[in-house]
C-alpha cells in the first residue's frame, strides 16, 4: 500500500490548482476583466492574503498596477528600481521576504495610507518569449507561514502562464484598439467631410478632437508663415477670438518650430509651458499632448493640442491617435478652404463680368452655355428666363444670327481664337445690332480643350455717330473722337481756330435760270467737291448755310498749321471748282 507524504499532497493540490489557473486565464481574453482574475487566482493558488500585478511602463520607467486586491486605489505607480516589485524588474531576480518592515527596500508608505501591514511578499519577474521583463507578479502575507522554494516555483510558473495570457490580450486588445481607431477615425472623416464652412469646421475639430482623446480641451494651430506664427481661430472654452504664438515659444510653439510631438504629464513644471493664458481664463492645465499637423509634402502647417486627459496621462498611444487625428482634421481643413477660395473666385469672377459693359459668354464643348453676364444679355436682347444651360442655338436665333452660332459652334468643339469687328446681328427683339466679336479657347491645368468665352462689345451706337460724325469730319477723325470722347469736350472748349467761308457767286441768279430739280443735283455735286478738300487738310466742315460752306481748321483735333491747311483747303476748293465749271 503506498504512502501518500505531505509535500506529495502539496505538489497535486498545486498542479491541479496551476491547471485551473491556466484554463480561466486561457478562456479570458479581455484585459480590463483579465487582470483582476490574475490577482483573484494567484492569491488563491498561492494561499496569500493579496497579490498585485505590476506592468512595466517603458516610456515612464515605471511599474504600475491597474488593480490592486483590496486596494481603492485604482492605480498604483512604483519606479524601477524603488521597492520590492521595483528591484525585482530591475535584476529580474525573484525576492522572497518573510519580514517586510525588516527589509530596507520595503516601501511602507503604501501600508501607513491603507492601514494594511505587510509581512510576507514573494515577487516574481514575468517574462514574454523573448526573456524580457514586461511585469512583476506579487503574493503578499501568506496565511499559512512564509512563502517557500516551492512557493517559488509555482509562482514562477503562474508568472509564465500570466505572460502568455497578457500577450494574448495585449493582441487581442490591439487589433480592437485598431478597429476601434479605424472606426473613429471614418466616423470623424464622415463628420469633417460635411463641413465646408471654415470657421464651423474648425469648432468641429476641436469638439470632435475633444471627445475622441477623452480630453478637456482642444486647439488647432494653423501655421502662418508670413508672420512665423501659430494662430488658431476658435479655442474651445476660452473666451478668445484668437490666439497668436510665435515660433519657438510655448509648447505648441515648439511642437512648430521642432516638428516633434510632445507630451508632458505636469504642465507646470515644464519650462517650455507659458502659464499667461490660464492666468488670463482661470483654467489650469495639468497634462498636454502636442503634435504637429503635416502637409503631404511633410512640411508642418499646424499644431494639434489637446490638455487634460480625464482621469489618466496621455500615452504614446493617444500620441499616434491624435497624429492621425490630425492628418484627417489637415485634409478636410484644407478641403474647406480651397472650396473657401473657390467660392471666392467664383464670386469675385461673377461680380466682375456683372460690372463689366462688355457682354461675356462661355460655352462648353458641346456648345452649351454656362454663363452669360447681364452686359451679354442687354447686347443680344436675351430673355430672363431662359432654360439652364441652353444650346447656343437656342440662346441665339440661328435664323437670325447663323454666323455668329457657326462660328460659336466650330470654336467650341475646338477651333482656334476667333475675332470679328463690326458683325451685324439682331436682338431677340428684332432690332439690330453691331458688335465686336471676339471667341477664345479655354483650356484646363493640362492644357486641355474645355470650351470657349464669348465676348461681344456693342458697336451699335458707335457706328450710329460715326456715321453722324464723319459727315462732318474725316473719318480719321471721328475715331479719334470716339477713341477721346471721355476727354474730348465737345462745343465746350474756347481755342483759336481758322475758320473757311465760300459761297457760290451768284446763286440766286443760277437759281432763277434752271429747275429746282437741276439746283440740287448741282449743289450735292459741288459740295461733295468742297468738303472732300477740306476733309483733305482735316478741317472740320461746321455746316451748309445755303449755297454757302462754313469749316473750321483747329477743331476738335488742332494741328500747329491749321491757318496753312485752311488756305490749302481754300485753294484746293478753287482748282475743284475750275475742273467742275469745265465738266
Not at 98 to 126: I, M, N, W
Not at 267 to 288: C, L, M, Q
Not at 347 to 363: H, K, P
Amino acid at each position: 500500500m503506498a504512502v501518500v507524504e505531505p509535500n506529495d499532497l502539496t505538489s497535486r493540490g498545486s498542479v491541479q490548482g496551476l491547471l485551473d489557473v491556466l484554463q480561466t486565464l486561457a478562456q479570458e481574453l479581455e484585459l480590463d476583466r483579465l487582470l483582476p482574475l490574475i490577482i483573484q487566482k494567484t492569491s488563491q493558488l498561492m494561499n496569500a492574503d493579496r497579490s498585485t500585478l505590476f506592468l512595466l511602463d517603458e516610456e515612464r520607467k515605471e511599474l504600475w498596477s491597474k488593480v490592486a486586491q483590496g486596494v481603492e486605489q485604482r492605480e498604483i505607480r512604483v519606479p524601477l528600481g524603488q521597492g520590492l516589485a521595483g528591484a525585482v524588474a530591475v535584476t529580474g531576480a525573484t525576492v522572497n521576504v518573510h519580514d517586510a518592515s525588516r527589509d530596507p527596500r520595503f516601501k511602507a508608505e503604501l501600508d501607513q495610507q491603507t492601514g494594511y501591514r505587510t509581512r510576507t511578499v514573494l515577487c516574481v519577474p514575468v517574462r514574454d518569449g523573448g526573456r524580457r521583463t514586461i511585469g512583476v507578479l506579487q503574493a503578499l502575507n501568506k496565511v499559512d507561514g512564509p512563502f517557500t522554494e516551492a512557493d517559488e516555483d509555482l509562482l514562477r510558473s503562474v508568472a509564465s502562464q500570466v505572460a502568455i495570457a497578457l500577450r494574448n490580450a495585449a493582441q487581442v486588445e490591439q487589433i480592437q484598439r485598431r478597429q476601434r481607431i479605424a472606426e473613429i477615425l471614418l466616423d470623424v472623416m464622415k463628420a469633417f467631410s460635411g463641413e465646408l464652412d471654415v470657421d464651423h469646421l474648425l469648432r468641429k475639430i476641436m469638439a470632435r478632437t475633444s471627445e475622441v482623446m477623452n480630453a478637456e480641451r482642444s486647439t488647432l494651430f494653423l501655421v502662418d508663415q508670413a508672420k512665423a506664427q501659430l494662430w488658431s481661430k476658435v479655442a474651445e472654452g476660452a473666451g478668445l477670438v484668437e490666439i497668436r504664438i510665435p515660433f519657438g515659444q510655448g509648447i505648441a510653439g515648439t511642437v512648430a518650430a521642432t516638428g516633434e510631438i510632445i507630451n508632458i504629464a505636469d504642465a507646470y513644471h515644464d519650462p517650455r509651458f507659458d502659464r499667461s493664458v490660464d492666468e488670463r481664463t482661470g483654467y489650469v492645465t495639468k497634462t498636454i499632448l502636442c503634435a504637429p499637423v503635416r502637409n503631404a509634402r511633410g512640411d508642418v502647417v499646424g499644431v494639434a493640442q489637446v490638455l487634460n486627459k480625464r482621469g489618466d496621462v496621455f500615452t504614446r498611444e493617444d500620441e499616434e491617435f491624435l497624429c492621425a487625428l490630425a492628418a484627417q482634421a489637415f485634409i478636410a481643413l484644407d478641403n474647406a478652404r480651397l472650396f473657401e477660395a473657390v467660392v471666392y473666385m467664383k464670386n469675385y469672377n461673377e461680380s466682375i463680368l456683372r460690372s463689366m459693359a462688355t457682354g461675356v459668354m462661355t460655352v462648353d464643348r458641346d456648345g452649351r452655355v454656362g454663363s452669360v453676364n447681364p452686359a451679354f444679355e442687354t447686347i443680344f436682347g436675351l430673355a430672363k428666363d431662359r432654360p439652364n444651360h441652353p444650346h447656343v442655338s437656342q440662346l441665339l436665333d440661328p435664323s437670325r444670327n447663323g454666323h455668329v452660332v457657326t462660328e460659336i459652334e466650330t470654336r467650341a468643339a475646338g477651333g482656334d481664337a476667333y475675332t470679328a469687328y463690326d458683325v451685324k446681328c439682331t436682338q431677340g427683339t428684332g432690332d439690330p445690332v453691331s458688335v465686336n466679336l471676339s471667341i477664345v479657347p479655354l483650356q484646363d491645368s493640362k492644357r486641355n480643350p474645355m470650351g470657349i468665352v464669348v465676348v461681344a462689345d456693342d458697336i451699335t451706337n458707335e457706328q450710329r455717330l460715326m456715321s453722324t460724325l464723319s459727315r462732318y469730319v474725316t473719318r480719321e477723325v471721328a475715331e479719334y473722337v470716339l477713341k477721346d470722347k471721355g476727354t474730348l469736350k465737345l462745343g465746350g472748349t474756347r481755342r483759336e481756330v481758322s475758320v473757311l467761308f465760300c459761297d457760290i457767286r451768284n446763286f440766286t441768279m443760277l437759281t432763277e435760270q434752271h429747275q429746282p430739280e437741276d439746283v440740287v443735283g448741282l449743289l450735292n455735286d459741288y459740295f461733295t467737291l468742297m468738303v472732300r478738300e477740306i476733309f483733305k487738310e482735316q478741317g472740320t466742315l461746321d455746316k451748309f448755310i445755303g449755297d454757302a460752306v462754313m469749316a473750321v481748321f483747329g477743331a476738335p483735333i488742332g494741328h500747329p498749321d491749321d491757318p496753312r491747311r485752311a488756305v490749302r483747303a481754300a485753294l484746293g476748293m478753287r482748282r475743284a471748282l475750275h475742273t467742275f465749271n469745265a465738266r
